[in-house]
């Protein structure tokens, strides 16, 4: 009996001895991964939750993963865009799993500097844009593509040429130095003045950080915003290879061309502009003064004969022409159990809507990841670009536009003619007499404005991970950026005509490399329900600026800018050299209790080669809190809030934004002396020196609340901030008796003070349809607190104490002197027919109290919206974005609403004034209480320009896009893994009241602003 209870013992022993060691040996599990609306889902992460043993899902969404799975493993399926699934083993060997999109992508991967965080973890203000959302848009420029896609980023175009810049301005001015409002780029761990240069292909994302929490890891740098820029490395790399294949090819148009004078409006306006300059008794003495001398028509004879005949010319129709855009880019990418690489490689070309204007950028895109070790990886990720830029003559837009209608291009024998104001004869009769515009079709011909940039963007790391929670890593980041400039002018050319009719030529080469190397090492732990995620980092940077310049005239034949040796006179030659340093420290720890409530903690400590001996170094300290409410058991009931998290932060950044050697005293200017008979030369300074120049430095406190009801279906955020900057860097004016006009101080104060909103809602959301909507609102209160340590306005600089930054400081336009106001217009010195303005203090007109801030060029508040929809296979959106309460001085106007010139074209304006005049119509009076009579416009108009000062506030539709993606299923017969077509239109509708170029650049000058466009689009995405 003993001996067989030992038997049936020693027979357990045997079985369970053999289910540990089953147990414990490799075990095979499939299966297929789909979404909620039965999409098969690739390159999901499946992963042994604890270890870091996985697989990723296969092109049908199948996979297969071995590994030591027990029936108590947990698989942890992950995939951007859904909410995460873990599912225990159990004794299963098919494991299907629905992945349920994640509607506010919670776990989606944020840079905030030195390191990334989920966005659930965000206790500051960032905001971010993916791959996807940049590229829809069909922009070649990256800040085109982010317009009015995140609240408090307003993004303005400066000009309607092509390859034009943008301006970017995040939460308001905080300086009174008009050049340095741009924020920190910062590509892949490299500053950058812009980001033109990249692909908007080869970014992975865009993130702002927008509050001090945030901005103070980059301390001295970061008081403007931080623009982080990453572009697509190895570590983005699913398993396997993929090839991928995007482009578009595009028809740009002029579009919304300002409304000028028709011939015979221009002609009546023409003569009218004689009435003021007129005299006469009778109407038979003063028509015949008027036509026969006062217009000068023995020298106009051919302008008479034109204007009685009705024959004019469309310069708009001889100058413009349709642009062409187009952008190829092609991506490889995959990855093998150690290591991960991305290729790319893209072309744009643009032609824009006047010939000698275009663009070609080359870019190439690589990256790799290797995991050397279980501890040890290394990668490098580089960004190079070679742009070709023409940009052809700068005035020959404005030139088109100042021809009026009954002057030619061409002379008699059908030759483009100079000067068609000014035409003569083969015979050297001069039949027209009026303006000496150039012709712009020569002076296109003629001009070159050439400018071929390199940039080379890239970084080198080493990490090494000595246990799982530590990781020590070394970046060297790099950017070398060199740019060719050459400007030339023909004979032919209004240049050239003034220069004795020989050519002119400018060359300058300018360079710039920098380098910043990063140490650091981070601690991420779990300790029950404590989190602890911290950042030691030790920073060098350094930067080195040369440039080279040289400007010839009298060149002796047409030879651009490849023999200026040869040129009579030398204009002028250059040479820069600037270099500055700076090292830093950062600490940084982001804590958890729960997974509800969050701390983040940091503090930079700056140290810049720019500043005075003893200001040199500063600390930027800041902090932030958070509490996820919807973790809180007291929400469990509450079904229609799904998410909360309010935020506050508090912190400082700073700004040694100025030009290096601030802090000494410059002595190149050149002078000439006596030295004992000899003349000999010397130099003497042109600035003088502060020592006491130290770091600007900005306060912000941050208020802000993520938000998500009805299962999502509705969430946004909300943020409250308050910004002060003081100590600002700007050019301080100095006393007469000084002995120099002006020093770079610390002498200002600005405050700003706004509220951002950002919702996003799921309308629809089924199998075949889905609709959402996102909306953006954003409003900014900037004003001057403090100028010279004091309270006083810079009336000369247009600083007000308690205004913002930029003002529209003028007298108030208030219409025109009409004939029974003569005896009222005489007590103020004017006639009838002149612009009056308003007498606030009813003494006379004064500048102390009659000019007033009548507004800003810096909008009351900006907003967007923006709607996507599904149906089956086809996708459509829409996006518009506006700036309201914009006011600025039109360069426009101030050129084709003067009503004192009288030889070039005008503004089609409604009328203007004429007084009582012995002429019969059509130069008899005409009322109007909009616009002065011609050549008698008055002091206001004329020299003050009150009449230019525009509403330049817009609605822009910024693209409509429509798409369709084929079917997976007809596709995988040729190992196609999608493709999708689309058509997209660009800025198709504009909406304000605004008669100029386009509103967004209405504030520029006539000479960089140009006309609107519309852009038709056909594209293709492919991916193999």
């Known amino acids: 009996m003993k001996r067989n209870i030992y038997k049936l013992l020693l027979a357990s022993i045997l079985v369970l001895t053999n289910l540990f060691v089953s147990a414990q040996q490799d075990r095979q599990i499939t299966g297929k991964i789909t979404s909620t609306e039965g999409e098969q889902l690739p390159g999901v992460n499946i992963v042994v939750k604890g270890t870091t043993t996985g697989t990723v899902s296969q092109i049908d969404g199948t996979y297969t993963i071995s590994a030591n799975i027990s029936n108590k493993t947990v698989l942890v399926y992950s995939f951007m865009g859904f909410t995460s699934q873990e599912i225990v083993a159990g004794n299963q060997s098919t494991i299907n799993v629905q992945l349920k999109e994640d509607l506010l992508q919670l776990d989606e991967v944020v840079a905030i500097g030195y390191g990334t965080i989920k966005k659930r973890d965000i206790t500051g203000s960032v905001g971010s844009l993916g791959s996807d959302a940049l590229v829809e848009r069909g922009s070649t420029s990256a800040l ?190 995959g990855s093998s159990a150690n290591t991960s690489y991305v290729f790319g490689i893209g072309y744009q070309s643009e032609e824009g809507l006047i010939d000698q204007e275009s663009i070609d950028k080359y870019s190439v895109k690589a990256s790799i990841n290797q995991q050397i070790t279980e501890k040890l990886s290394a990668g490098t990720n580089i960004n190079f670009s070679m742009i070709e830029q023409e940009d052809g003559s700068s005035i020959a837009m404005q030139e088109a536009f100042r021809l009026n209608p009954l002057l030619s291009p061409y002379d008699e024998f059908g030759e483009l003619y100079a000067q068609p104001g000014k035409f003569k004869l083969a015979d050297g009769t001069q039949v027209i007499n009026k303006t000496s515009t150039y012709n712009p079709l020569l002076q296109i011909a003629n001009s070159s404005d050439a400018t071929k940039t390199y940039n080379v963007v890239g970084n080198t790391f080493l990490e090494y991970k000595p246990v799982e929670y530590i990781s020590m890593k070394t970046t060297l980041s790099y950017g070398v950026f060199n740019t060719n400039n050459g400007q030339t002018w023909g004979v032919l050319t209004n240049e050239g005509s003034s220069n004795d009719n020989q050519p002119l030529a400018k060359l300058k080469n300018s360079s710039s490399m920098n380098y910043t190397w990063d140490n650091q090492i981070n601690f991420d732990k779990s300790f029950g329900d404590h989190n602890l995620n911290a950042m030691a980092l030790y920073s060098v940077y350094s930067n080195k600026n040369e440039s080279s310049s040289i400007s010839v005239k009298n060149l002796p034949f047409d030879s651009g800018i490849y023999n200026v040796g040869s040129a009579g006179t030398v204009n002028s030659v250059g040479s820069t050299y600037s270099k500055q340093t700076m090292l830093s420290y950062v600490l940084r720890a982001n804590y958890s209790f729960q997974d509800k409530y969050l701390l983040t903690v ?353 609605a822009k539709v910024k693209n409509i896009t429509l798409g369709y993606s084929f079917d997976q299923k007809v596709l995988s017969t040729a190992n196609i893994k999608s493709c999708r077509i689309y058509l997209n239109v660009i800025n198709p509708f504009v909406f304000t009241s605004y008669e100029g170029w386009d509103p967004e650049w209405a504030g520029a000058s006539l000479a960089e602003g140009g006309v609107s466009s519309i852009t038709y689009q056909f594209g293709v995405n492919l991916k193999f």
């Open 144 to 333: 085109e593509a982010m317009q009015g896609q995140m609240a408090g980023v307003q993004i303005t175009s400066n000009n309607g040429r092509i390859g034009g810049g943008f301006d970017i301005n995040i939460r308001g001015v905080n300086t009174l130095n008009s050049d340095k409002k741009s924020p920190l780029f910062v590509v892949d761990g490299v500053p950058t003045n812009n980001i033109d240069f990249l692909n908007p292909q080869d970014i992975s994302r865009i993130d702002i950080l927008k509050d001090a929490s945030s901005t103070a890891i980059y301390g001295s740098r970061g008081t403007n915003g931080v623009v982080i820029v990453t572009t697509k490395s190895g570590s983005d790399a699913k398993g396997g290879t993929s090839v991928s294949y995007d482009g578009y090819y595009g028809i740009k148009t002029a579009a919304r061309l300002p409304k000028m004078m028709s011939g015979d409006k221009w002609w009546d306006y023409h003569q009218d502009a004689y009435v003021a300059t007129t005299s006469g008794d009778t109407e038979a003495d003063w028509m015949t003064a008027y036509d026969s001398g006062l217009s000068g028509k023995g020298s106009n004879d051919l302008l008479f004969e034109r204007a009685a005949n009705g024959e004019y010319y469309d310069w708009y129709d001889l100058v413009l022409k349709d642009g062409t855009q187009q952008n190829h880019y092609i991506n490889v990418s």
């Open 602 to 954: 940091s503090n930079r400590w700056d140290g810049s080669s720019k500043l005075s001996e003893g200001n040199k170094w500063n600390a930027f300290p800041s902090g932030a809190v958070a509490w996820r409410v919807t973790e809180e058991d007291f929400m469990e009931d509450m079904e229609t809030i799904s998410n909360l998290k309010a935020r506050v932060s508090f912190g400082y950044t700073g700004n040694n934004a100025i030009d290096p050697y601030q802090t000494q005293k410059f002595a190149n200017n050149l002078a000439f002396y006596d030295y004992f008979g000899a003349l000999s030369n010397g130099f003497t300074f042109s600035q003088v020196a502060n020592d006491l120049l130290t770091w600007e430095r900005t306060r912000e406190m941050n208020i802000g609340l993520d938000f998500g009801l009805f299962n999502n279906r509705l969430s946004g955020s909300v943020d409250v901030y308050d910004k002060l900057s003081k100590e600002l860097l700007m050019t301080q004016k100095l006393p007469l008796e000084a002995g120099w006009s002006s020093l770079t101080a610390n002498v200002g104060s600005v405050s700003n003070k706004g509220i951002e909103l950002a919702l996003t809602g799921v309308i629809i959301d089924k199998k075949d349809l889905k609709w959402n909507a996102n909306v953006t609102f954003a409003k900014n209160n900037n004003k001057i607190v403090e100028i010279y340590g004091g309270t006083d306005d810079d009336v000369g600089n247009l600083w007000f104490i308690g205004q913002p930054v930029d003002v529209i400081y003028n007298y108030e336009f208030d219409g025109i002197w009409q004939a029974n106001e003569a005896t009222e217009a005489a007590e103020y010195g004017q006639t009838e027919g002149q612009a009056k303005v308003k007498d606030f203090g009813e003494k006379g007109i004064t500048p102390e109290e009659d000019r007033i801030i009548q507004g800003s060029p810096m909008p009351d508040w900006t907003g967007s919206i923006s709607t996507q929809v599904e149906y089956k296979n086809f996708d459509f959106a829409v996006s518009l974005f506006t700036n309201q309460g914009v006011l600025v001085n039109s360069g426009f106007h101030a050129n084709f609403a003067d009503v004192r010139d009288r030889g070039r074209q005008k503004l089609n304006i409604d009328s203007w004034y004429v007084p009582q005049n012995p002429a019969t119509a059509p130069n008899g009076p005409k009322v109007s209480n909009t616009y002065p009579q011609p050549r008698n416009a008055g002091t206001y108009w004329r020299n003050d320009k009150v009449g230019y000062i525009k509403d330049a506030s817009f």
